[in-house]
C-alpha cells in the first residue's frame, strides 16, 4: 500500500488540526469498513473519503497500489 498525503496550511497550529482530522477521518473509516488496523489495508476506493478543506486549508490522502 502507497499513501500520500498533501497537506496544504500556513501554520503549524492548522497541520496539526489537519493531522488530528486526518486521524479522526481513519479511524472512522477503519470502523465502518471493518477493518482490523492490525492487519488489513486500504483499498484505493477508500481515498476520496480521506479529505477536508475548509477556510484554514485542506489536506488529501490518495491511497495507490
Known amino acids: 500500500m502507497k499513501i500520500l498525503i498533501e497537506i496544504d496550511c500556513e501554520t503549524i497550529g492548522e497541520f ?3 493531522l488530528s482530522e486526518m486521524r479522526r477521518q481513519i479511524k472512522a473509516t ?3 469498513k471493518k477493518l482490523n488496523p492490525a492487519t488489513d489495508e486500504f483499498k484505493p476506493k477508500h481515498s476520496n473519503s480521506l479529505c477536508d478543506a475548509n477556510c484554514y486549508g485542506e489536506h488529501y490522502v490518495r491511497i495507490k497500489e
Open 16 to 18: 496539526y488540526g489537519h
Open 30 to 32: 477503519c470502523k465502518k
